[in-house]
């Protein structure tokens, strides 16, 4: 990757059946997602970026320091990478108070002057809980008290393993605005982990896709998640993330509107102000094409389009259509019927009809 | 007649000295044991366990005689030790306490064993990744993660120092103030007919014996979700 600052690894390793072989280089800004299936190798990337997978070889490099280079015997051990790692169950100390564990690594990276403790602490709402024990502590509260624990260790990159995972529903929703409000803010590069779409949607701008150990794509999250040649243990990932600003809520119908570069979109009505970016997942399977603007539809969306690209989905009786909104993309999967009896090819001018119902949440 | 003759105290005295000796070197040289025993990948790891654990099984007796052939003044350690000005271990307070380390290993070795394994990695990788090098992540995390199994330690290995008989029989003989502790002064008394002094010094272990555990077991405690 051009960048000098960001994250480049070259790994290979097995690990039990699965043999790892990755390449992934990561912009030094931003959320960058590491999606697959369960088994992909997600974790297990990660953990090898951090230095706590034995047996990998290979080469990492960050931020233009060289962290391994097994052809050298270059190994910078986990604890002098300055990295924050967030793991899929909080792994608090549990001999020490949630005050003792946010001090853990705040005292080891010797209380630098431009993390502000108690701004994160109110930030995160983990004031009320520096007294308690950690475990007397909900799902969702250890993982908020993990979280800033791991961004008082001064990290220079952030990594996440499936932070929500273990969670219910409105603790996942509460982190999810949390990690918004951390990407927003924070320089610090971040590492997110994940097998769930709807937070990779939400949170990454660069995403890598893995299946069986190997990278099948990488690149921005718009242009990755619309690519017609990923395969099929991903195919119920894929579709458009539209990324639009709020121009008006209809309180009577209780929707909003977004504008974004193909026209706008109404949505189940969101909590943010007019003027905020909002992303919005579209996903392939939940867009209708039709060759003529509809009257007399259900469907609140109706987007104007131009068919870019046509491939075969892994069911023979489907196919995935590329369409292009005014420089949005857009997918659609339709069945093969439909494009033949609509007499569809590159190039042909269609409208695209999404059920706000089906972009909620 | 007093409660305890001056004798008896003695022997007292020898065994509680013995047992702190050996519960304060083996939790020194057990702990390191331990750890390397619970994170090792080595094929090592299986023949070393059970080399700690084989005074469990073996008849004290077995172990006493081959000590005392071990390190009797004419084996090859009597030699070296001979050779360097130093007397013979056997039949001397330091040649009890070998002994004595050698038997209680595996009541020291294997809750300190147990304790670092139920503390798990997962706590030293998050540590790590909270800038703590090793012996820091020992120190701060699995040291006090790991207490209970320190508590658990530090009673057994006592509370079987002070139990034993055949291997002090064997390498301490019977000497008093040197090597007559408090299980081979009972045999005497009984020896001797003399009935009262071994209920009085077998009360007192039995009340030891049972405080120790009782101590043990309100240390310890209440067992608590994983965080």
Redesign the interface.
């Known amino acids: 990757m051009a960048e000098s600052g960001g994250l480049h690894a070259r790994l290979q390793w097995r690990r039990g059946a699965l043999v790892l072989d990755l390449d992934i280089a990561l912009p030094p800004r931003g959320i960058t997602a590491l999606f697959g299936p369960s088994g992909a190798g997600k974790s297990s990337c990660l953990r090898a970026i951090?230095g706590?997978e034995r047996g990998s070889e290979g080469i990492v490099r960050f931020a233009g320091e060289l962290w391994q280079d097994s052809g050298r015997g270059v190994f910078v051990?986990?604890?002098?990478r300055?990295?924050?790692?967030v793991?899929q169950?909080?792994?608090?100390?549990?001999?020490c108070s949630v005050a003792g564990n946010l001090d853990?690594?705040y005292r080891?990276?010797g209380q630098p002057a431009h993390l502000d403790r108690e701004a994160l602490v109110d930030q995160f709402g983990v004031r009320p809980l520096l007294a308690r024990r950690?475990?007397t502590?909900s799902g969702g509260e250890?993982q908020r008290v993990a979280i800033v624990?791991?961004l008082l260790?001064d990290p220079a990159l952030l990594?996440f393993d499936e932070p929500l995972s273990a969670l219910d529903a409105a603790a996942r929703d509460d982190l999810l605005g949390c990690l918004e409000a951390l990407r927003a803010s924070l320089a610090v590069p971040m590492i997110y982990v994940s097998h769930a779409i709807d937070e990779v949607a939400r949170l990454a701008d660069h995403l890598v896709l893995l299946d069986a150990g190997r990278v099948v794509a990488q690149g921005p999250l718009q242009a990755t998640l619309t690519r017609l040649d990923l395969p099929p243990a991903l195919s119920e990932a894929v579709g458009a993330v539209i990324e639009g600003i709020v121009v008006g809520h209809d309180a009577h119908d209780h929707l909003t509107e977004l504008a974004f570069a193909g026209g706008t979109l109404f949505v189940p009505r969101r909590g943010d102000a007019v003027g905020s970016m909002l992303r919005c997942r579209i996903s392939a399977r939940d867009v209708v094409l039709t060759c003529e603007r509809q009257h007399a539809s259900s469907a609140l969306n109706q987007i104007r389009s131009r068919v870019v690209a046509m491939a075969a989905a892994e069911h023979p009786s489907q196919c995935l259509v590329r369409l292009d909104a005014g420089g949005s993309a857009l997918l659609a999967r339709i069945t093969r019927r439909s494009w033949q009896a609509l007499e569809l090819a590159p190039g042909s001018e269609v409208w695209a009809q999404v059920k706000a119902v089906a972009l909620g949440g | 007649m007093p409660l305890l003759s001056p004798q008896d105290l003695q022997a007292f005295g020898l065994t509680l000295r013995l047992a702190a000796t050996v519960t304060v070197l083996l939790l020194v040289l057990g702990t390191p044991l331990a750890w390397w025993l619970a994170l090792t990948r080595s094929r090592w790891q299986r023949p070393v366990a059970a080399v700690v654990a084989l005074p469990l099984v073996l008849p004290p007796t077995v172990l006493g005689f081959y000590l005392l052939l071990l390190l009797g003044p004419h084996s090859v350690v009597g030699h070296l030790m001979a050779a360097v000005g130093l007397s013979a271990l056997p039949f001397t307070f330091a040649g009890l306490v070998v002994a004595s380390m050698l038997y209680s290993l595996p009541f020291v070795v294997q809750p300190l064993h147990n304790a670092f394994e139920s503390v798990g990695t997962r706590p030293l990788e998050a540590a790590a990744c909270l800038r703590a090098g090793p012996l820091d992540c020992f120190f701060s995390v699995a040291l006090p993660q790991a207490m209970p199994g320190f508590v658990t330690a530090t009673v057994l290995g006592f509370a079987h120092t002070v139990g034993e008989f055949g291997v002090v029989l064997m390498i301490g003989g019977n000497i008093p103030g040197r090597t007559r502790v408090l299980s081979l002064r009972i045999y005497d008394h009984v020896e001797a007919g003399e009935y009262h002094q071994a209920h009085m010094l077998s009360l007192c272990l039995l009340v030891f014996s049972f405080s120790a555990l009782l101590a043990m077991s309100l240390l310890r405690p209440r067992r608590r979700q994983r965080g």
């Open positions: 951090a706590l051990p986990p604890h002098r300055r990295l924050g790692y793991f169950e909080a792994s608090l100390f549990t001999h853990y690594g080891r990276a950690v475990d502590l250890r624990r791991a260790s990594l």
